[in-house]
């Protein structure tokens, strides 16, 4: 699978990037605003080009390198609904899509892959947004593929649905197929943290674990302009807690030896959040705690990255 290249813009703390070179796609350049998310990238792949600049900004004539790709892939900020119009920020989140979408006129990629939330597939109030996408995309020659999938179907230990564009160039969309799911169990909290709750000795580490028998509810990475952090609203919080794990905040470390007996509900780490988004142990996050909490709850899962690519792939070489 060696020989497609990509370009990603917002490319976070890069799990769709990685999913996509675990696909055998290799980035030409990968694109975020976010200085935090560009040491994660520069961390993790120092070969890697990355560009610190907003997407609104970004001229590709300033980066001839990323014509002519294979693949333009995007994990954009989430965009809101017509319910939440006028709120900070929303704007800023069309604009995004906008820009991304239209970048296609420049680099002419022979695939995107767009992730977003799972309305934008097909609420009535993403109407006009899909109108846009239709229009800029069909208009060069693109087929559009629109589908949710659901990264707890790809071995991702967390229920987080994901709604997804993906566009081939005519000659190519006939052979595409969506991923379809590669476990036929989902993976349960418990059995996903196991080990990483062990790790300094506490006792009731398997005991917390065999009661933790559900997948993890959606991780939510929060603003940049709230607060600490913590693992999403109230709700959600009320399934942490019939898992034995306190939603409101973060802790430093698993709890050790010390610790006796179960001492009420069990904070998780920033690092066993990035094992509940599917990364790999060895992945490294920049920044303080909040900051990288905050990289990991935006993030694509790499498994669902991967298994994108992977679709993707099979079209372009059919």
């Not at 890069?14 to 935090?36: C, R, S, W």
């Not at 597939?121 to 589908?147: D, I, N, P, Q």
Request: hydrophobic fraction near 45%; include cysteine.
């Amino acid at each position: 699978m060696s020989g497609l290249r990509f370009v990603d813009v917002c490319a976070g703390a890069g799990g769709l990037a990685l999913g996509l070179e675990q696909a055998g796609f290799e980035p030409v350049l990968l694109l975020d605003n976010k200085p935090v998310a560009c040491e994660t990238l520069r961390a993790n792949r120092p070969r890697w080009n990355v560009v610190e600049m907003d997407l609104l900004d970004f001229v590709p004539d300033e980066h001839p390198h990323t014509y002519d790709v294979d693949l333009l892939s995007a994990g954009l900020p989430r965009v809101r609904s017509s319910a939440t119009a006028g709120r900070v920020g929303t704007d800023v989140e069309e604009r995004l899509l906008e820009a991304a979408i239209l970048l296609a006129h420049s680099i002419q990629p022979r695939a995107l892959i767009i992730e977003n939330v799972p309305g934008l597939v097909y609420a009535s109030a993403f109407e006009t947004l899909r109108g846009f996408v239709r229009k800029e995309l069909e208009h060069l020659g693109y087929r559009l593929h629109w589908f949710v999938l659901n990264a707890a179907d790809f071995g991702v230990p967390q229920d987080r649905k994901q709604g997804v564009l993906v566009a081939l160039k005519e000659r190519f969309a006939d052979t595409f197929r969506p991923p379809v799911a590669t476990v036929t169990e989902h993976i349960s909290v418990g059995r996903a943290l196991r080990r990483s709750m062990a790790a300094r000795g506490w006792r009731e580490a398997d005991a917390w674990a065999e009661q933790a028998i559900a997948v993890a509810p959606t991780l939510v990475g929060g603003s940049d302009n709230r607060g600490g952090a913590d693992l999403g609203p109230t709700g959600t919080k009320t399934a942490w807690a019939r898992m034995g794990v306190n939603g409101g905040a973060l802790a430093d470390e698993v709890p050790g030896p010390e610790v006796v007996g179960r001492p009420g509900l069990i904070k998780l780490t920033d690092a066993q959040t990035a094992l509940l988004q599917g990364f790999p142990t060895d992945w490294l996050f920049a920044g303080r705690k909040t900051a990288r909490y905050r990289q990991i709850g935006h993030a694509s899962p790499p498994p669902v990255g991967r298994a994108l690519g992977l679709a993707v792939a099979r079209a372009l070489r059919s």
